[in-house]
């Protein structure tokens, strides 16, 4: 988390410039951290192992919004394959950029819908779309983990 949060400061610090594409490659895999984060720590509310709790969704909400917010600048070119980083992004990112940014627009809208939940049973309505939007890209966006 310590690492995760110096990657945050560093890119606002920087303006959200990425100087190279390793840098985006970090900054992206820190928006992927958070977001998986977020989805874990609400996972177990959805599966009922944990009672809801209204606090959960906004603090996730926050935490993906700052990691992820300057997702567009997140793909240069230079950033497809960097030496030293473990990147999952598929190439079909750059190839079919139209339908990269049709499943990343669909991703943020469905994020920006969960972010206004309040009750338990919005939450469990719409995790599930949020859910559906996150699949939509790593499906064809995304290569397998090792």
Excluded at 5 to 26: C, P
Excluded at 82 to 106: C, M
Excluded at 116 to 128: E, Q
Aim: proline share 3%; charged share 20%; hydrophobic share 45%.
């Amino acid at each position: 988390m310590k690492k995760l949060l110096w990657i945050l400061a560093l890119t606002v610090m920087t303006g959200h410039a990425f100087a190279d594409g390793g840098s985006a490659v970090i900054a992206r895999q820190a928006c992927m951290k958070a977001s998986t984060s977020g989805f874990n720590a609400m996972l177990a509310m959805f599966k009922g192992e944990k009672p809801y709790d209204e606090a959960v969704v906004p603090r996730a909400m926050s935490n993906i919004d700052i990691a992820c917010s300057d997702w567009d600048k997140f793909w240069p070119q230079d950033s497809k394959s960097v030496p030293g980083l473990n990147s999952h992004a598929d190439a079909a990112i750059w190839t079919d950029a139209a339908g990269f940014k049709l499943a990343a627009d669909a991703y943020f809208a469905a994020l920006k819908d969960f972010s206004g939940v309040h009750d338990a049973a919005g939450f469990k309505a719409k995790f599930v779309a949020l859910g559906q939007a996150c699949s939509g890209c790593h499906q064809k966006f995304r290569t397998p983990e090792n």
